[in-house]
């Protein structure tokens, strides 16, 4: 089983309006019979001031095979949103496209300037490979003729059918992406610490997310203890109870018992990776998970706030050291 977590766009906004746009962009440049070469990157997009190109360039692929390979990349790339943070993830992929578009460019000047670059999510999909590499934890192994293998080959397989697919010039995209994550693994310039900042998460998550973000995890099959409508009715019991009867009356343990809600075994080991790749080990996991009587989501939240806090912290000490 690969390390993804639960099915779908859980926890991963930024990760599905992605791949909704490449998937929305790719069918319409086969459904329009658009020749992926007339919006590819080119210095025909300086000639002809065709800005366009510089950005709808990296949100469309140019054949079929392409397509359904690299969206299935892109969509196996939500795990790195869900552990680092969406905040993390939109600065990275800020980060990524910036340098990709310059080295693309230079790439462009050395061979031609009537050559193109091929056209996709190339940068994207191939610097998650670098990041793949430390997170997520490995967990899953199993020997191949006594060779010892992790689930992540198969990821890298797929990475590398679609690296042997393309006819032209999209080596150099893979390339750059790779240059690109390893720039960002490297942390230079602290560029793992780099966030969006948050007005701008928030002015996203009214306008834009909320049109594509789905309002419950059908993933995890959770009793939700907390909502809010069935908070209102129990108080509205409640409260005609007490137009009916004496305080006396009312007596607390009388009061049906709260079910601790059941979990699925497929979010349970969701968790105990998201714990393990924080450094916790599972007794300390487990300990969080009973706290919040089974409730996943609660969890999760908890661990990522003190991985929050514990980063601001190590940050805020560094800067101290610094101005010392």
Same mark, same amino acid.
């Given at each position: 089983?690969?390390?993804? &977590? ?5 926890? $991963? %906004? ?13 069918? &319409? ?5 658009i ?9 025909? +997009?300086?000639r @002809?001031s ?13 054949s079929?095979?392409?397509?359904i ?18 905040r ?8 990524v ?8 460019l +230079?790439?462009?000047?050395?061979i &031609? ?9 190339? $940068? ?8 793949y ?22 990821l890298?397989?797929? &990475? ?8 032209h ?13 390893? /720039?960002i ?6 560029m ?24 419950n @995890? ?32 009312e007596?607390?343990?009388?009061? %049906? ?13 969701y968790?105990?990776?998201? $714990?393990?790749?924080?450094?916790? #080990?599972r007794?300390? +996991?487990?300990?969080?998970?009973? /706290?919040?009587?089974? #409730? ?11 991985? $929050?806090?514990? #980063?601001?912290?190590?940050? @805020?000490n ?7």
């Open positions: 089983m690969l390390i993804s &977590g639960p099915n779908g766009f859980y926890n $991963s %906004p930024l990760t599905k309006c992605l791949f909704i746009i490449v998937l929305f962009f790719s069918l &319409g440049v086969y459904v329009f019979k020749e992926p070469t007339n919006l590819a990157l080119s210095f025909f +997009a300086f @002809n065709e800005w366009y190109r510089l950005f709808v360039s990296q949100f469309y692929f140019g079929p095979s392409e397509f390979l690299g969206l299935a990349l892109l969509y196996s790339w939500r795990i790195h949103e869900r552990l680092i943070g969406t993390k993830f939109a600065a990275h992929i800020i980060v496209f910036i340098q990709t578009t310059i080295l693309n +230079a790439f462009l000047a050395t &031609g300037y009537n050559k193109f670059v091929a056209p996709g999510p190339y $940068s994207w999909i191939y610097s998650g490979f670098i990041f590499l430390d997170i997520p934890p490995t967990i899953h192994f199993f020997k191949l003729r006594g060779i010892p293998i992790t689930d992540k080959i198969f890298y397989m797929i &990475g590398v059918q679609l690296f042997l697919i393309p006819k010039a999209s080596n150099f995209c893979i390339l750059a992406g790779i240059i690109a994550g390893i /720039n693994r490297s942390n230079i310039f602290h793992k610490e780099w966030e969006i900042p948050e007005f701008i998460t928030n002015f996203c998550s009214k306008r834009i997310l909320s049109f594509i973000q789905s309002q @995890n059908p993933t995890l099959m959770l009793i939700n203890r907390n909502h809010p409508r069935r908070d209102i009715n129990h108080n509205q019991e409640r409260n005609n109870r007490r137009n009916n009867q004496n305080r006396e009356e007596i607390p343990i009388n009061l %049906p018992q709260q079910v601790v809600p059941e979990i699925d075994q497929e979010s349970l080991n968790y105990y990776e998201i $714990s393990a790749s924080m450094g916790h #080990d007794l300390f +996991a487990q300990g969080i998970l009973d /706290n919040y009587r089974n #409730d996943v989501n609660r969890a999760v939240n908890f661990l990522l706030e003190q991985l $929050s806090q514990q #980063d601001e912290n190590n940050n @805020n560094n800067l101290g050291n610094d101005m010392n």
